[in-house]
């Protein structure tokens, strides 16, 4: 079946460090990818997506390419902020069959950062 | 446009017991999903509505159960209640003729059980 395998964290950094989070992934054909985010005591929010090989998600200065070759979707930020501070989901939607409008999540990445 | 709502925010119930958990979905969505999210966890799918019949579940007994309403809201059911159901339950709307089939999530539910 899909799954999705995220760096292990948690993740601590200084304001205006350069972020990296791991995510791999397993899944059949051509799924969909997505980061979502976590802040304390709320639901989740769609950080970024991209749905087909090669494409860059992105948004509030968060990035993530699509590469098919090594089934991965790491997400990047080139300078972090205090309000950044939160838990980062990776997560895909499979091609089809079983898999259809099934989210498949990472165990999530809890990242802080400090001022 | 309305986002997803759900209700209650916080529940308490003993094992044994039942609860019924509610999600309005975004406006002109369709499909429903509901996913269980134990402390420290990613979320796990539990099962997914369209059309008010279930569309694809996960790895839960049949004491969980569920209905979507002809307004697209959806109701959990859980039944028998164990400890280890004490999670933040989450339903994310869609629209499924999508391609991706991008979905919206609510707030949650916070269950405990005692």
């Known amino acids: 079946g899909d799954s999705v395998t995220q760096m292990e964290g948690p993740v601590t950094l200084s304001e205006e460090a350069f972020l990296t989070i791991n995510c791999t992934y397993t899944a059949t054909g051509y799924p969909s990818l997505f980061w979502y985010v976590q802040y304390p005591g709320e639901g989740l929010q769609l950080l970024l997506k991209a749905t087909k090989a090669d494409d860059k998600g992105s948004n509030k200065g968060f990035e993530a390419t699509y590469r098919k070759e090594t089934t991965s979707f790491h997400l990047e930020k080139g300078s972090v902020q205090v309000s950044d501070s939160a838990v980062y989901f990776c997560?895909?939607?499979?091609?089809?069959?079983?898999?259809?409008?099934?989210?498949?999540f990472g165990q999530g990445t809890i990242l802080t950062v400090h001022p | 446009e309305t986002g997803v709502t759900q209700s209650p925010t916080h529940l308490i119930k003993t094992r044994g017991q039942q609860v019924t958990l509610r999600c309005s979905s975004q406006?002109?969505?369709?499909?429903v999903s509901w996913y269980q999210q134990a402390l420290g966890q990613g979320p796990q799918f539990i099962f997914q509505y369209y059309r008010e019949e279930e569309n694809g579940r996960g790895n839960f007994p049949p004491r969980f159960s569920g209905l979507q309403f002809p307004n697209y809201s959806s109701e959990l059911n859980v039944n028998a209640l164990e400890l280890d159901d004490s999670a933040l339950y989450l339903c994310a709307s869609s629209f499924r003729d999508r391609a991706y089939n991008e979905q919206f999530f609510g707030p949650g539910t916070r269950l405990t059980v005692l």
């Open positions: 997560a895909l939607i499979g091609a089809g069959g079983t898999s259809y409008g099934k989210l498949t």
């Open positions: 406006s002109g969505h369709n499909t």
